[in-house]
């Protein structure tokens, strides 16, 4: 471009042809006209007029300005290759940032699909098991609480039963003691007799089992004065029969009451043991559950940073675009210009060499 600078400079020093000359045809007149128009035709044109009316050879001026058009071409393919050389920074350029685009997107795609589809069900998850961890605590609580209010109320039953055996086992006893001393007894003795009798229902009431050898007892002892001697003793082994069944229920709700302590014990034990496991549990699930929320923030994070990276890349790839397109544009037109150029310094240069431009520049000469 600064030859073509010069050239003008040195065009607007020059001497013009004038294309109205009568000794150019139509035909001529337009050729010159657009040879006009470019820089270099022009001062082609020019240049040889000059160069002729000097004196110089046409074979000399011929060779320099086949040497100007040279440059010309030669400036043309620099710019190919430049644009070459840019399109293939360009096309490297575009391709790393598509590549590195679809990197942040898989990136992105994968950081959504794991908030979505892993952090949030496992947050929802983890937080139905905390539920459950605490409804499985307080269950504990109610659980043990119940079984301390049952085993109180059972001792207390076992307490009751204990001293109604107790109060019937004396009854008895004192029975026993009584119809032993019984040679002839008297109405007071039967009746006293007949009075514990009472007294051993009334505390046996809760116990049907025993219930029909008391019945029998009062049977006999309201029909029986004791004056029979068979009939006392079979009295006698009555009491002692009722007194071995009630014996034998003493001890069998006593080791049943024995039992039931240590069956409540090691249910006591065993709900604790329970319970501090739920705690455990709760801890653990505590901690993951801020583990989540905390990844959550991450990932949360992570999106906004690859959203932002996207966005960047994006505008890169579209500034890259902007810029080549700019440059493609700068280029088509130097392109263009180059062309241009030269078409018409060839046409030129095809004009100054046929007979008409020579007998032009000779007959000017001859009229100086």
């Known amino acids: ?74 400036e043309l393919a620099g710019v190919h290759h430049e644009f070459n050389r840019r399109t293939d920074v360009h096309n490297r350029e575009v391709a790393r940032l598509e590549q590195e685009i679809q990197d942040k997107e898989r990136e992105l795609f994968n950081a959504h699909d794991f908030y979505d589809n892993v952090l949030i069900p496992q947050r929802d998850r983890f937080a139905a098991q905390l539920e459950q961890l605490q409804e499985n605590i307080a ?65 046996l009431k809760k116990h049907n089992q025993f219930q029909i050898f008391v019945k029998v007892l009062l049977e006999i002892t309201v029909e029986s004065n004791f004056a029979d001697q068979g009939a006392l003793r079979d009295i006698v082994v009555a009491f002692n029969n009722l007194r071995v069944e009630l014996v034998d229920s003493l001890n069998q709700i006593t080791a049943d009451e024995a039992q039931a302590v240590t069956d409540f014990n090691n249910q006591v034990i065993q709900l ?18 801020e583990a989540n929320a905390t990844k959550i923030e991450q990932t949360l994070d992570l999106i906004d940073e690859l959203d932002a990276d996207l966005e960047t890349l994006n505008g890169q790839l579209q500034a890259e675009n902007d810029d080549y397109a700019f440059a493609t544009d700068v280029y088509n037109a130097t392109v263009a210009e180059y062309n241009k150029e030269i078409n018409a310094a060839n046409q030129a240069l095809e004009l100054l060499n046929q007979p008409r431009f020579q007998d032009y520049v000779k007959s000017q000469l001859k009229g100086a």
């Open 1 to 74: 471009m600064l030859k073509l600078t010069l050239c003008v400079l040195l065009v607007l020093g020059a001497t013009a042809i004038n294309v109205q000359s009568s000794v150019w045809t139509n035909r001529d007149q337009k050729a010159l006209a657009q040879i006009h128009t470019s820089g270099w035709g022009k001062f082609i044109l020019n240049y040889a007029e000059l160069h002729m009316q000097t004196g110089g050879i046409l074979s000399e001026l011929n060779s320099e300005i086949e040497k100007l058009v040279g440059e010309l071409e030669e």
């Open 139 to 203: 269950q504990n609580r109610r659980t043990l609480s119940e079984a301390e209010v049952k085993r109180e109320n059972d001792h207390e039953t076992f307490e009751s039963e204990v001293a109604e055996h107790n109060d019937a086992i004396s009854a008895i006893d004192e029975c026993l003691q009584l119809l032993s001393t019984i040679a002839t007894p008297s109405l007071a003795q039967i009746k006293k007799v007949q009075k514990n009798l009472s007294k051993i229902q009334s505390s």
């Open 272 to 289: 604790n043991q329970e319970h501090a496991e739920f705690q455990r549990a709760v801890v653990v699930k505590n901690a993951e559950i």
